[in-house]
């Protein structure tokens, strides 16, 4: 009887502990790991960047997390360096044993690390991949949420071509996705009728454009885009004004959008042109479409009142919109594919079609985003004014661009 008792007892216990160990081990947070440039000259974007990926987990977490697990976010700083970012990945895989990751900055390093997730079958929502040529190279397991770099100056093209224009140069930086922005660019140009009349690159870190807008004085074009980080646009901003060089537009790519572009250049700033992916503006302003703002930014408002208040003082950019929505994505497919297995996360994510704070949300096989729309904004009296598309723009853009004098 007694050893019976034991037997039933030790059975209990042993019971007890594998249910205890499996319940302990049910709620370990479910571990999401990233790289972002916290230092380096991306710093500004991958921090907002990174500032959208932990605003998301926290509201993920109120929500009862994922998988029935808690959500913890490892983020670590790449310094804007694609070996330090592979190496960091690497380690988070292999080592830290994170159970999914999500995507760094800059089109380079996310170019670098695709390799990473693709051997490890693990997929990769990249919120700031927006080059194509990342997806056309057999990969499977990345995703991009941005609108692809050929298509970023869309807005500027349709609204040159609606008011008359004749001719546009283009001149970028000589890197990856603003080379994949300019051959979108021509190509927008030459359907509209307008044409090219200079085409220039210039090395990363070039400080000194004045050889390259002598030329762009020269050719005289209407319209002026340049594919850009921040440093450059607001050097070739500058140096525009310096050597007087007036086109009846121009257009900067990223870090025309940062608050921090109109800070440096004042009045400089005013009549410029930005693309943008996403805008604070398109989500507090009520306008008509064929699907109403609601739909198209679910939870944007309240994204927008969540982060400056997480994040006070801190520079609210489309990065972080698309941090926050490319989080969304990857939590959507953990929860989807009710696993964490990669091809099972994969093929949802293939599946989706929805609404992110972010906006749409859909890619092809490759993984090319096809859904979410750019929108180009012009700094008008110290704000950005979103005046494209129509559709959703509350304002108009102040055409032509005055002399540097008048402004």
């Known amino acids: 009887m007694r050893w019976g008792r034991a037997v039933i007892a030790g059975f209990v216990f042993t019971s007890l502990s594998i249910s205890m160990l499996a319940r302990g081990d049910a709620q370990s947070p479910l571990r999401i790991g990233a790289s972002l440039p916290q230092t380096g000259p991306y710093a500004g974007p991958g921090q907002n960047q990174l500032r959208g990926y932990r605003l998301c987990v926290k509201d993920a977490n109120e929500k009862g997390g994922v998988l029935g697990r808690r959500i913890e976010l490892i983020a670590e700083d790449d310094q804007s360096k694609a070996p330090t970012a592979v ?6 895989i292999t080592q830290g044993k994170v159970d999914a990751i999500l995507g ?3 089109a380079p390093v996310v170019e670098a690390v695709a390799d990473v997730s693709e051997k490890h079958k693990m997929p990769m929502v990249a919120p700031a991949g927006a080059t194509t040529s990342i997806h056309k190279k057999g990969r499977r397991f990345v995703f991009m949420m941005f609108s692809p770099g050929e298509v970023y100056l869309e807005g500027l093209i349709d609204m040159a071509a609606r ?9 970028h930086e000589d890197t990856m996705f603003p080379r994949g922005l300019a051959a979108g660019t021509l ?6 009728g307008l044409s090219v009349v200079l085409v220039e690159a210039y090395p990363p870190r070039t400080t000194d454009f004045s050889a390259i807008l002598t030329k762009v004085r020269t050719a005289n074009p209407d319209v002026l885009a340049a594919g850009t980080y921040f440093d450059d646009a607001v050097a070739i901003t500058r140096q ?11 257009a900067v790519t990223v870090g025309g959008d940062f608050p921090e572009f109109y800070q440096i250049l004042g009045r400089g700033a005013e009549f410029v042109y930005g693309a943008s992916q996403w805008e604070a503006e398109l989500v507090t302003f009520r306008a008509g479409g064929l699907i109403p703002l609601a739909r198209q930014y679910p939870g944007a408002r309240e994204f927008v009142e969540s982060y400056r208040k997480e994040f006070p003082g801190a520079a609210l950019s489309y990065h972080s919109a698309s941090g926050y929505g490319g989080c969304q994505v990857l939590i959507g497919a953990i929860r989807r594919a009710g696993s964490l297995d990669g091809e099972k996360v994969r093929d949802a994510i ?11 949300f859909k890619v092809d096989k490759a993984g090319i985003q096809i859904a979410h729309k750019m929108a180009m904004f012009q700094w008008q009296d110290g704000k950005k004014v979103i005046v494209w598309p129509e559709e959703l723009a509350p304002g108009k853009p102040r ?5 540097w004098s008048q402004r």
């Open 104 to 106: 760094p900055y800059y």
């Open 163 to 171: 008011r008359g224009l004749k001719t546009v140069a283009l001149i």
């Open 87 to 92: 190496a960091i990945y690497e380690r988070l």
């Open 187 to 192: 190509e927008l140009a030459r359907k509209r």
């Open 240 to 250: 525009l004004r310096e050597l007087n060089v007036n086109p009846k537009m121009f």
């Open 350 to 360: 293939l599946t989706m079609d929805l609404y992110t704070v972010f906006g749409a």
């Open 399 to 403: 055409f032509p661009t005055p002399p």
